[in-house]
């Protein structure tokens, strides 16, 4: 059992990767998720690792590529602008089926935005960014513990699946501190990287072949059809979230992220004063949790998304909720977090209480 | 009478036909490179980075490790396995368009870091895949399909040498420039591309091998004429010889 | 509700530690066993310009990291007064550094305590150790952490480089107290 350490949101999915046998980090600087390639450069020599300064986002996340070939655990940290310079070889990673991790610590858009925290990249993260079909499995953690935590598993999701994984935090999370425990997850069963990667020629009589170019169409559907297949795999294993006090709830919460911290904060004020409020927290956002939403309590009247942005969760809530009940936004943007009070007054609204 | 066997495929070359133009020289640079590697002994250890253009089907015609990168960026990727992969040998292969254009970022970074890999730099003036637009090295006054008129300097300023853009820096090793468009040259091209392996192998630093090649296709010529022109136009201004070598 | 609960807020210059002074507060409370979340402002300047982090500590789970009221704020310099005057909690604590702020008709319903925390880190050496000055006030008007506790805390993180400055930190806590304690005793 380790100790709890306080570090800092940054540091400690940094050392999170490290611990979950991430050797190889390519970056560029961006805040606010400065700390994570600053870790890496200090803690990755020490234990035989590499990290590398790129000249760009768009060099490193295609050093993302050539590494992941090599089926070593790889990783890539960014902020928004930098993910979206990035998303051309994302596509790339993802059609050759590559594992890999990346963190996006969102901070404000759209363009040069601001350096503060948002969450207004949840239809590029989820949708998978770049150009053709498919998807990122994305994990948005909640605490910093749970950055922790799913980090880890992130590592392993991403050999499982043969997919690049994403860590989906906000310039809150990579600033904040808190203390965390570094727990060693369960192991799980993997493929052997020596069946298909790069630099084994000799041991398995075959060579590597690392693409996404498919030139005739019946290839490529026929590529498309076992990605998808993969993808309904995911939808089938990876959906996780949290179900808080919503089982005598008469308004539901949608919240992820910090977000969902505040809401939580807000929910045990009114818990007090005896309004029945709950939340369904999306851990993963894709695939995302739709049947908790498609399943509401009979007691439920009114759901209520709460974003740091100007509404892109809630297109995935009204998919599950469908017209069954409404669903209400509130979001701020710009770097401001819904506050307590303004969740608050907005559940009074709505409900009428 | 015993035969004996003077001509044969490398090894490292898979037996297919490939799909290039008639009078075309990346066949020629792709069999130098894997007559390199068979000599070295190499082809288990050696990854490949194909680029994004005609000779983006390099995969399919080198039997080693291969990658397909994205448009301009296969010194990243190269760089990024060679890190993890120290004991393997790794090289690119890239067309003008791919390195000198959307690529120069990367292999100018590739090469001032010293990354321990060799690229072999395809410079015919032209977009092959494309159709026949205007590249960084198209020629002054060249025509091509978005330079209707021929390339004007005022408007697309000057053809780059890359190869002496490249060894202003300190860390490449070997760069030297070649050309594969008549038998007569061949020699020595295939001469440069061992020696780029071998400064790589020998961890002596970045290699670098500029080809000047054809496109009869492209520049609208019969094969002979375009090795000609490549003779007559290209090498005067970027003339063949060593520009770097290993200490 | 948890049983033990409290907020921090501190403000002030980039520079003067209030970063730093949160950080301690983190620090200690998380060695008492409780939970703790820490936040800073960020801005692109890496000096100068105003800082302030928001600290929570609790014997639960902390939900919400965001500070909006806070038990303790503590201001540094003159514009965080007007920016975070209205943060504090009714029955709250306002600390304020009173050689750089002036504080004119102060709250009412919130204890004010000024504390002159640049006097005295000169006094002892170096103006850098006012916010340990100001860290000891906080924690001797306040429980959000215990004072041996927070006096451990400070000797593991800020001494280490330099013993002269453990020896100049440890002076600027206990005056901070004594500064307090004073107060309150007149």
């Given amino acids: ?353 | 009478m015993k035969e004996t066997k003077i001509f044969e495929r490398p090894k490292s070359m898979s037996d297919v036909p490939t799909h290039y133009c008639p009078g075309c020289t990346h066949g020629i640079a792709h069999r130098l490179v894997a007559e390199v590697i068979d000599e070295l002994g190499i082809q288990k250890k050696t990854f490949g980075v194909a680029p994004v253009g005609c000779s983006v089907f390099l995969y399919n015609y080198i039997d080693t490790d291969m990658y397909e990168a994205a448009h301009g960026r296969a010194p990243a990727v190269a760089s990024a396995v060679k890190r993890i992969r120290p004991d393997m040998v790794g090289f690119t292969y890239q067309g003008d368009g791919d390195l000198a254009s959307i690529g120069m970022a990367e292999i100018v970074h590739a090469a001032n870091r010293g990354e321990l890999i060799t690229v072999i730099f395809i410079n015919n003036a032209i977009y092959g895949m494309t159709g026949g637009q205007m590249a960084p090295t198209t020629l002054l006054q060249q025509k091509a399909t978005t330079c209707p008129l021929g390339r004007d300097p005022g408007v697309n300023g000057y053809p780059m040498r890359v190869a002496e853009l490249l060894a202003t820096l300190a860390a490449p090793a070997y760069i030297t420039r070649v050309s594969v468009a008549k038998p007569k040259y061949v020699g020595k091209a295939a001469a440069a591309v061992k020696r780029a392996f071998q400064t790589q192998i020998d961890r002596k630093g970045f290699s670098f091998v500029e080809m000047l090649s054809t496109c009869p296709t492209n520049w609208g010529m019969r094969p002979a004429d375009a090795a000609n022109w490549v003779e007559e136009k290209m090498i005067p201004y970027y003339p063949l010889g060593d520009i770097k070598v290993p200490e | 509700m948890a049983e033990f609960f409290r907020s921090l807020l501190a403000a002030g210059f980039g520079g003067q530690g209030v970063l730093t002074l949160g950080q301690l507060v983190a620090y200690t409370a998380m060695y008492e066993g409780r939970h703790v979340t820490w936040i800073p402002s960020y801005g692109p300047e890496m000096r100068g310009g105003t800082a302030n982090c928001s600290v929570m500590v609790s014997d639960e789970e902390i939900a919400s990291p965001v500070v909006s009221r806070a038990d303790y704020v503590v201001i540094m310099n003159q514009p965080s007064l007007a920016k975070f005057e209205p943060t504090v909690k009714p029955g709250g604590i306002l600390l304020y550094n009173e050689d750089l702020v002036s504080y004119r008709n102060p709250r009412t319903d919130i204890t004010v305590v000024a504390v002159p925390a640049n006097a005295l880190a000169m006094e002892l050496g170096s103006e850098k150790v006012a916010n340990v000055v100001v860290l000891g006030a906080l924690v001797e008007a306040g429980d959000i952490v215990g004072a041996d506790a927070c006096l451990a805390t400070i000797k593991d993180k800020l001494g280490k480089k330099k013993a002269q400055m453990m020896e100049m930190n440890i002076t600027a806590f206990e005056k901070g107290r004594e500064i307090v304690r004073k107060g309150i005793s007149r």
């Fill in chain 1, 1 to 353: 059992m380790s100790e709890r350490v306080l570090m800092k949101g940054n540091e400690a999915l940094a050392e999170a990767a490290v611990r979950a046998g991430c050797r190889y980090f390519f970056g560029y600087p961006i805040t606010p998720q400065n700390e994570i390639p600053e870790y890496m450069s200090r803690r990755l020599p020490e234990v035989g690792g590499v990290y590398l300064q790129a000249e760009s986002e768009v060099a490193a996340i295609n050093m993302i590529f050539g590494g992941a070939g090599t089926g070593e655990r790889v990783m890539t940290s960014s902020s928004s602008p930098g993910i979206s310079l990035m998303s051309e070889g994302i596509s790339y990673i993802a059609g050759a089926e590559l594992p890999c991790v990346l963190m996006n610590i969102v901070r404000g858009g759209p363009g040069l935005g601001s350096i503060l925290p948002a969450q207004s990249d949840y239809f590029q993260a989820t949708r998978g960014g770049g150009h053709g079909d498919y998807r990122l499995l994305v994990l948005a953690p909640s605490t910093l513990q749970e950055g922790v935590d799913l980090t880890m598993l992130a590592f392993d999701l991403a050999e499982k699946y043969k997919n690049p994984v994403m860590i989906l935090g906000d310039g809150f999370m990579g600033q904040m501190m808190e203390a965390v425990e570094f727990r060693t997850p369960e192991p799980m069963d993997l493929p052997d990287k020596r069946d298909w990667a790069v630099g084994y020629m000799e041991r398995r009589g075959t060579r590597a072949l690392v693409k996404s170019l498919y030139l005739d169409p019946e290839e490529l559907e026929r590529h498309n059809m076992k990605l998808q297949a993969k993808y309904r795999e995911m939808e089938k294993n990876e959906v996780r979230y949290e179900s808080y006090r919503t089982d005598d709830a008469e308004i539901v919460l949608a919240a992820y992220g910090t977000t969902a911290r505040i809401a939580r904060s807000a929910i045990n004020e009114l818990r007090r004063e005896g309004l029945r409020v709950g939340m369904i927290r999306p851990i993963s956002v894709y695939p995302f949790p739709y049947a908790p939403f498609e399943n509401l309590p009979g007691s439920v009247k009114n759901v209520l998304v709460v974003e740091m942005s100007c509404g892109q969760m809630i297109d995935d809530v009204r998919i599950g909720v469908g017209r069954t009940v409404p669903v209400h936004f509130c979001g701020r943007v710009g770097g401001i977090a819904p506050s307590v009070d303004e969740i608050e007054a907005r559940i009074r609204e709505i409900t009428g209480k």
